[in-house]
């Protein structure tokens, strides 16, 4: 069976690296991204996209909504890790498969992880 693929999303490079080593010590492709560098519609499709926003500001809600545009990523689950609780247009834009608060529950985000695979 392949390893399933998952990108992870965040403007922080040390979150990035923590979120992706918890994922791929659980038999996970990670691709680790950040938030400035976007990928390329050439790049391997994910199974999964888990965004890391540390703050809630527009520039965070442009990329999730970039991401979530983009051909590639329509039909793609999304994951989003939040520190305060999304609006519900916030939500509607971005069409998360689950969303998570902040702090982050890793043992939660393992589940939702493989939940929504």
């Given at each position: 069976m392949d390893q399933p693929m998952?990108?992870?999303?965040?403007?922080?490079?040390?979150?990035?690296?923590?979120?992706?080593l918890n994922l791929s010590k659980r038999g996970m492709q990670v691709v680790e991204i950040w938030?400035?560098?976007?990928?390329?519609?050439?790049?391997?499709?994910?199974?999964?996209?888990?965004?890391?926003?540390?703050?809630?500001?527009e520039i965070a809600w442009q990329t999730i909504r970039a991401v979530r545009l983009?051909?590639?990523?329509?039909?793609?689950?999304?994951?989003?890790l939040l520190p305060i609780e999304p609006s519900a247009s916030q939500l509607a834009s971005a069409q998360p498969a689950r969303w998570l608060a902040k702090p982050l529950d890793v043992d939660q985000l393992l589940t939702m992880v493989r939940e929504n695979l």
């Open positions: 998952v990108w992870v999303i965040s403007p922080d490079p040390d979150a990035c690296h923590l979120i992706g938030m400035r560098d976007l990928p390329a519609a050439s790049w391997a499709k994910p199974d999964l996209i888990v965004i890391d926003a540390d703050a809630p500001d983009s051909a590639w990523a329509t039909q793609v689950p999304l994951i989003l």
